[in-house]
């Protein structure tokens, strides 16, 4: 059974601070990997794609990829009460489809 | 430019019909799939399509289930005799090219409920 394993939280960070969620695969065959914000009620929402070992920077947020540790993490900046939401990280092999974690939920507390 | 668009937002439905759900991806995206995700639960996969290859249907629960895609582009799946497990937000995305890029845009989902 290919998995994508991921701490359900919550996670509670105050407001500023940096956010660290962390996610865990089984296929080593897995090649992409993505981070994405889900609010209540509302469909996936894609904020990160990474595909090679090291990190990947967009604004507040930075991806990171361990192949050899089968690991990715995605670290959010200054975190704003906004980011409340679950994080879903979710792999891809070649075969295109999506695996996906269960979430991990974040609240930012002001 | 426009995004993945589902229909009907919501559905509620008799235990034993048939209901069918339906994707329109965005434009000029050649792979689409479907997931499923239901309460408590992550998101599940059910199907993907790619262009003109015959399609992926490895995460389809039960032979109540299908779908199929029309010209390349919309997509509708059915679900026969519905059962109240089958109670969940069906969820489409599409991407470019399925694998060179993958990264996959979805839509806002359909909420089904089975009474």
């Known amino acids: 059974q290919k998995e994508v394993e991921q701490n359900s939280g919550p996670l509670s960070v105050p407001e500023g601070a940096i956010a660290s969620l962390n996610c865990t695969y089984s296929?080593?065959?897995?090649?992409?990997f993505f981070w994405y914000r889900q609010y209540s009620g509302k469909s996936p929402e894609l904020i990160m794609s990474i595909y090679s070992n090291g990190d990947k920077e967009d604004g507040r947020f930075t991806a990171q990829l361990n192949k050899a540790s089968q690991y990715v993490s995605l670290l959010i900046r200054d975190s704003q009460p906004s980011d409340s939401a679950t994080y879903l990280c979710?792999?891809?092999?070649?075969?295109?489809?999506?695996?996906f974690g269960q979430g991990t939920t974040l609240q930012v507390k002001p | 430019g426009a995004g993945v668009s589902q229909s009907p937002s919501n559905k509620v439905t008799e235990k034993g019909k048939d209901v069918e759900l339906r994707c329109d991806p965005i434009s000029g995206h050649t792979a689409l799939y479907w997931y499923r995700q239901s309460l408590g639960q992550g998101l599940e996969f059910l199907i993907y399509f790619q262009g003109n290859s015959a399609p992926d249907k490895s995460g389809l629960p039960s032979d109540r289930f299908s779908a199929e895609r029309t010209g390349g582009s919309v997509s509708t799946l059915t679900i026969q005799r519905t059962q109240q497990e089958d109670s969940a937000v069906y969820l489409c995305a599409s991407s470019s090219t399925g694998l060179a890029e993958p990264e996959q845009y979805f839509g806002p989902g359909t909420r089904l409920t089975v009474t």
């Open positions: 979710a792999s891809s092999s070649n075969t295109g489809k999506l695996i």
């Open positions: 296929d080593r065959g897995s090649q992409s």
